[in-house]
């Protein structure tokens, strides 16, 4: 059974900082791209960040400077470090793992950044 499972959101001040977590199984997780999502109510989904199989990483301009992301091969896990966190960045964060035009999705765990 394909799982990506999201952890780590919640409610976190402006300046603050947060590790969001996705675990993969059920894929072989070192053939995907792995990548993370946001979508703010009433707003479309968009890529915050992607690191690719062999490890160059892209970053939505919103984030840059701001946002670190990482895989671990050895736990099938991708991470996103978000740094100085402001209320804009408030969204519900999803794990996305992509191969070709197959695309995979966790529930998404919410980030809510206060001012």
């Known amino acids: 059974q394909v799982q990506l499972v999201e952890s780590g959101g919640g409610l976190v001040q402006a300046g603050g900082s947060l590790r969001l977590s996705c675990a993969a199984s059920g894929i072989i997780f070192s053939i995907y791209t792995m990548g993370w999502y946001r979508q703010a109510p009433g707003k479309q989904r968009d890529l915050v960040a992607a690191v690719a199989v062999g490890g160059s990483t892209s970053y939505a301009d919103s984030v840059k400077g701001r946002a670190t992301i990482s895989r671990d091969s050895a736990k099938n896990t991708v991470y996103l470090q978000m740094n100085s966190l402001k209320p804009e960045d408030t969204a519900v964060y999803y794990c996305?793992?992509?191969?070709?035009?197959?695309?995979?999705w966790g529930q998404g765990t919410q980030v809510t950044v206060s001012s």
């Open positions: 996305s793992a992509q191969l070709g035009l197959k695309s995979l």
